[in-house]
């Protein structure tokens, strides 16, 4: 079974700041996807960003990118320009074949 | 808006009883997975199905809990002989075949068990 670890339970970001969350995972496969997920308050989880682990380029999507270390199995989160809108629980996950193990979440709190 | 939906998002209900929960994926989404998720943790796998078929069930899944999906469209998970042990957000999500890796989320069924 694959394991996700974060080992951030919460960061705390200043507003316009940048802040990064850290994420390992194990696995023995060479073919496998990463992903960011965030669940605000009202518990929706939304994807903020999708890495193929065959792509050596790093994801950006907006404000948001990756910093992706296929050897080291290291997926972490860089949010740029926080804002008040970013304060969520964030996931990450791993998917290799049809379902996503997740990692227990970092909380993301965003100071005016 | 075309996204996952679920229903109820709320439910309350005694131990011992039977409890059914709905999820409508994307449309055209061929392929729908349920996880649990408790407070604070992230969430875990419980079931898939490909269209009408039912690929895969955690251990967590147990005699307890079954899930169909009868016209690979909606698909529901009943549990009986509900436990407060049961107490958790069922989420539900779907993905499409030919990006099948990257699943997408309903808001989820908060469910208590008193």
């Known amino acids: 079974a694959q394991t996700v670890t974060q080992s951030q339970p919460e960061m705390s970001v200043q507003e316009a700041e940048t802040v990064t969350l850290s994420c390992t995972y194990d696995?023995?496969?060479?073919?496998?996807?990463l992903f960011w997920y965030k669940q605000p308050p009202s518990r929706q989880m939304i994807l903020v960003i999708r890495?193929?682990?065959?792509?050596?380029q790093n994801a950006t999507e907006n404000r948001f990118s990756v910093n992706f270390q296929k050897a080291a199995k290291s997926f972490s989160l860089k949010i740029s320009d926080s804002q008040l809108g970013d304060a969520a629980m964030y996931f990450c996950?791993?998917?290799?074949?049809?379902?996503?193990?997740f990692g227990a979440g970092t909380t993301v709190t965003v100071r005016a | 808006d075309t996204g996952v939906s679920q229903n109820p998002r709320h439910k309350i209900t005694k131990r011992g009883q039977n409890v059914t929960f709905r999820c409508d994926p994307i449309?055209?989404?061929?392929?729908l997975y349920w996880y649990r998720q408790t407070l604070g943790q992230g969430p875990e796998f419980l079931t898939y199905?490909?269209?009408?078929?039912?690929?895969?069930k955690s251990r967590l899944l147990s005699d307890r809990f079954s899930a169909e999906r009868p016209k690979g469209s909606f698909s529901t998970l009943e549990i009986q002989r509900t436990e407060q042990g049961d107490s958790a957000m069922y989420l539900c999500?779907?993905?499409?075949?030919?990006?099948?890796?990257?699943?997408?989320f309903g808001p989820g069924t908060r469910l208590l068990v008193l």
């Open positions: 199905f490909q269209n009408e078929a039912q690929l895969e």
């Open positions: 449309s055209e989404h061929n392929r």
């Open positions: 996950a791993y998917n290799s074949d049809y379902k996503l193990s």
């Open positions: 696995t023995s496969e060479s073919d496998y996807y």
């Open positions: 890495q193929e682990a065959y792509k050596q």
């Open positions: 999500a779907s993905s499409s075949d030919w990006r099948q890796e990257t699943q997408y």
